[in-house]
């Protein structure tokens, strides 16, 4: 490895580092240049450096089979060693909960806390049962005790974790915030829809008996297609003024994580709060959804210092409330999906592979991954931010832009090829000139109508929390 010194030997007080999506497949504790020991030395330069892990990580001779899945995206799975990669850079504590948690059973869970626990790290999101998915992790450092709680909204039901009950045991899982999807259409629309619904007979209505209408209230309707006749409503219609889509947090996911935030506000002197969400108001933008800023601001108020979002793979606006920061998306740190080498079955069949010549598949061919299929100006870059404490509270936030191999514009002009330049190297570098600019200008522009200026240093930006 190489002989970066060791973090306690730099770490300041007054400094918290956080780094977005880490899909890690591939080590880089050998890696060597400026711009990559300048990533690394700022990582271990902070008391407590935070990062989101949306892989699992585990050897397949011990976790479950890949769940059974029609979706179209990937299935992440990293070699043990991975998590030391992250400890070795400095990583201290990750949030776990993503729509990836799951992706080999409950063996995977478990799997991922072992080897993240072993490598030095707090982790958090994930647990043996709802009570232990939810329960803040911590981590002592010169900054003091910090706490971290992680959730995830969108996952499928059998992701997420359960309760004991008797002598049935609780489910290994996710930490989740469920949410209720309205589309709300005018009364003309809604008038038709209903009608159709009635030819069709596969109308459910709120309000009236029968468990195919459990979980609508009245005035809410939906149509209970073949596929879904033994399922709670999670979208349903509702009359408006306009068309719409509002997403409703599940309200005793909400108290519950809530209460938890305020534990957390009991143990530690810094609690942080990471929300993986992949559910957007319509079609995802830029802005976040409704839900999720109602639900940091809530964060916040039960007693968090510092909330994350991720789960869009993009940068994204921040918000300081009540003197404290919200990062609606932090976006991706390390994008290794194209190296992910274990790919299962049910991948290969949702991307349309022909599945009846399953041995001359490899995990070369394209699409198996979203996001990977086309040019995108927000996959390949995000930001270290360094949130900078006084009297143990964020006083503001220091970005350095970093870049993930590729140049950050709608072109995403590859700079760093693997193998017969297919591959991107995926490891994020500090980003300078353009690059740098036009990350910083990204979050100055969706940081805006939040009230939040970014004051633009050179290739870094300031963001004051008073």
Known sequence: MSDFVKKNDVARADRIVLVGECMIARPWSRMTGPEFEGVVGIMRGAATTYAHLETVIGRPDEVDGAKSSDWLGSYLIAEPKMAEELAWAGVDIVSAA???????????????????????????????????????????????????????SGNKAYEIAGMDKGRIPGRAGVNALRVKTLHVVPPTEAKSLREIGRRLSILRE????????VGMEAGEFRFGLPADQSTRAQNAFVEGEEFGTRNLCHPLDREANLRVIAEARDGADLVLVAHHFNISDGVRGDAPPNFVRDFAHAAIDAGADIFIGHGWHRTMGIEIYRGRPIIYGIGNFIAHSEFMSNVPYDSYEAWGHPVDQLTTLGPNLHPLHPGLDGPSETWWSSAIIEVVLKEGRPAGLRLTPV???RDVGPDATMRRPVGKERYTDG??????GQNAKAVLDRFARLSRPFGTELKIEGDTAWIACA
Request: aromatic share 4%; charged share 15%.
């Open 206 to 213: 709120g309000g009236k008996p029968g468990p195919a209408n």
């Open 98 to 152: 993503s729509n990836h948690s799951f992706d080999f059973g409950q063996g995977g869970i478990r799997s991922t806390l072992a080897h993240c626990r072993n490598a030095g790290m707090a982790c958090a999101g994930i647990g043996e049962n709802l009570e232990a998915a939810r329960a803040p992790a911590y981590v002592d450092g010169p900054a003091g005790r910090v706490a971290l709680v992680a959730l995830s």
């Open 427 to 432: 490891r994020p570098l500090i980003a300078e």
């Open 403 to 405: 870049e993930l191999g």
